[in-house]
């Protein structure tokens, strides 16, 4: 079974959802048949790394991708990028795709300059990452900053509709709704969500494959009652979630109500959202950090 995602994945221009202005200058760059070296960065499952790759499918061009979050190291930069960027190419240009490029590390990004400027008569990089402030300011100086802005509710429903429609199975309306607002902005998400919903060609949401979607309102809840940390983590079991990346935005948004120590909290929040990229475990860093904003509230 082919994946949604990429079986629907736009090819040109005209079928990408996603801010106009954005559209409208990735447009003058095709008319060009050239690109400057670019930077997308936005929230995850936006279409950062849709619009990377349309780009290319788009330009007459030799193509290296490469997703950060497995090549990380310096190693990368010198034993696969550099032997690409600094050869002869086949077409008019050589463009690299640098996926999640907030994984990469320091050292790397710093090597990254020299060869962006060396190469950069034949070579030109697109980099996506969900964090822009990991890349560090040489490296973003170097290239055009776009950040993907997620597209509307209404739209996101009109390309899903689009696509059960393509696919001929039956939904109803109010499934589709509760799916996009569980989700959003996650695009990704909502589509995989959607295929993974299909029981005898029509689509069928299970109420309690969502119940993760409710964890933030919970926690928040067992925050405002000051719920022991024992009891707050069996929440967490229970939701059956192995991913928390919404849970920080629930908390932040919802800082007041918990604590009148904002400041304290919102520290609180933005350290672990940074190191919970990083970690193995996520349930234990985000029970860590729920453990330090109990103390406040």
Not at 159 to 176: C, G, P, S, T, Y
């Amino acid at each position: 079974m082919e994946l949604w995602v990429e079986k629907y994945r736009p090819q040109v221009l005209e079928n990408y959802i996603g801010n106009e202005v954005i559209k409208s200058k990735i447009a003058d760059y095709l008319k060009q048949g050239s690109i400057q070296n670019l930077l997308f960065h936005g929230v995850a499952g936006t279409g950062k790394t849709t619009l990377a790759k349309l780009i290319t499918k788009n330009l007459n061009c030799d193509l290296l991708y490469l997703n950060a979050s497995d090549e990380r190291g310096i190693d990368t930069i010198r034993e696969k990028i550099i032997p690409f960027a600094s050869t002869m190419g086949f077409n008019d240009v050589k463009i690299v795709i640098l996926d999640e490029a907030d994984y990469l590390t320091p050292q790397a990004q710093a090597t990254l300059r020299n060869t962006i400027e060396s190469c950069s008569k034949t070579t030109r990089f697109i980099f996506t990452c969900n964090y822009l402030e990991r890349i560090i300011s040489p490296l973003q100086s170097r290239c055009q900053t776009f950040e993907i802005t997620p597209p509307s509710k209404l739209n996101i429903v009109k390309h899903l509709k689009d696509i059960i429609d393509r696919e001929n199975i039956k939904v109803k309306a109010n499934d589709l709704a509760i799916v996009v607002n569980n989700y959003y902005p996650d695009i990704r998400k909502i589509i995989n969500t959607i295929q993974g919903s299909i029981i005898d060609n029509q689509i069928k949401i299970d109420n309690n494959s969502l119940k993760n979607t409710q964890l933030g309102g919970l926690v928040v809840d067992a925050l405002i009652k000051k719920t022991k940390l024992s009891e707050i983590r069996q929440i967490l079991a229970d939701s059956g979630a192995r991913e928390f990346d919404g849970l920080f935005k629930v908390l932040y948004n919802n800082v007041n109500k918990y604590t009148n120590r904002d400041g304290e909290a919102i520290l609180i929040i933005a350290k672990y959202q940074y190191e919970y990229t990083f970690v193995l475990e996520k349930e234990i860093c985000i029970a860590a950090m729920l453990n330090k904003l109990l103390e406040i509230c």
